[in-house]
């Protein structure tokens, strides 16, 4: 069965809260965070970007379970904020964790669900055996332009999964994607950030896609939302994920472990795997997990994943040895708008 056979998360320590960014532009602080259900969010330092928050990711889950890199056969990174326009941080990932050159590695591009996408990949890759390890990631430095709602809860982070078959902790037992042609966001090239259909993001982008393929997932797999004891799903911000989950029957307590996105933000291709990654943080044998991401423009990736015994066995997996998401959220760095400003790269300097 294929499966992850080890994961890792990262999260810059950096975080400005929302109602700092209110301050500046003269919006109710208590109506965005209230209306959102966000109270922070995250940024990267100076020297961080995409390709460094999915070397970290990655190197955290190898921290966890050491392989043979020469048995890791296939690497494909998921970002809307990819460094190069043409250079892939795939490469640059496989070379920082010691795995190139027998390899293939690619870029990928789904908006906020490109990282599950390549979770897709690597389980067909290693399902055929062409490759023995697959690391899938997703990870982003969000953009939002000044002043814009995306500001506000637009962050940094991303998470890694390892697809094998041998020994998983987590077996995936299927998966299945609902896909249409729905323009709610996008950006062109050459433009510094995105842009978006407001209330149009909501009904007929994510709440039509999620629920498309969690109900698909549902039926296929012959379940209902009580069989499963954790659930994730795509967390732009609080209150979507809260509405889709009751809208398909799951309660509170099974998204709420996964739910990091009140003091994280929305971390765009990383936001369903690092939710996945909080999940798995205290998950036991035999617990039953659900994840659908979505990613605008527009699709959702659903998952029926099962946790095995080992999880807790230490001769094959360390959960302990690295960092946890609920650790990597704690004791942050607050700043103000200015130095976020900085961080973010929204002010231009002439040379």
């Known amino acids: 069965m294929v499966g992850i056979i080890t994961y890792g998360a990262y999260i810059p320590r950096y975080r400005i809260k929302l109602e700092e960014i209110a301050r500046v532009w003269g919006d109710n602080a208590a109506d965005i965070t209230g209306g959102l259900g966000v109270r922070e969010k995250s940024l990267p330092d100076m020297d961080e970007d995409t390709a460094t928050i999915a070397v970290e990711a990655a190197r955290n889950a190898l921290l966890r379970r050491d392989l043979d890199r020469d048995a890791i056969g296939a690497i494909y ?43 897709q990949t690597c389980m067909g890759l290693v399902g055929s055996g062409m490759v023995k390890y697959g690391v899938a990631i997703g990870a982003d430095v969000a953009q939002g332009a000044p002043g814009d709602a995306l500001e506000y809860t637009a962050a940094a982070g991303g998470a890694a999964m390892i697809i094998g078959n041998d020994d998983p902790i987590a077996e995936i037992n299927r998966t299945c994607s609902f896909t249409t042609d729905t323009p709610d ?47 994730i799903f795509h967390q732009p911000n609080a209150k979507f994920p809260q509405r889709v989950a009751g809208m398909l029957g799951f309660t509170k307590e099974q998204i709420k472990p996964g739910l990091v996105v009140p003091r994280l933000g929305n971390t765009y291709s990383g936001a369903s795997m690092v939710g996945l990654a909080a999940t798995l943080d205290v998950a036991k044998p035999g617990d039953r997990i659900f994840v659908t991401s979505f990613g605008s423009g527009a699709g959702s990736d659903a998952f029926d994943i099962t946790v095995t015994d080992h999880i807790l066995d230490e001769a094959v997996f360390n959960r302990g040895a690295a960092p946890s998401v609920e650790g990597l959220l704690a004791n942050p760095i607050y700043v103000d708008y200015a130095r976020y400003a900085k961080h973010k790269g929204k002010i231009m300097v002439q040379k």
Not at 80 to 106: C, L, W
Not at 216 to 226: F, N, R
């Open 185 to 231: 966001f996008w950006r062109r090239e050459g433009q510094a950030y995105p842009r978006h259909g407001g209330r149009f993001t909501g009904d007929p982008g994510y709440f039509k896609h999620v629920q498309g393929a969690a109900r698909m997932m549902l039926e296929q797999a012959g379940t209902k939302p009580s069989d499963y004891d954790y659930a």
């Open 77 to 119: 990174v998921g970002s809307e904020s990819h460094p190069y326009a043409v250079k892939p941080t795939a490469a640059t990932v496989g070379a920082a964790i010691m795995a190139t050159p027998v390899m293939t590695a690619a870029d990928y591009e789904f908006a906020c669900k490109a990282g599950t996408a390549a979770m």
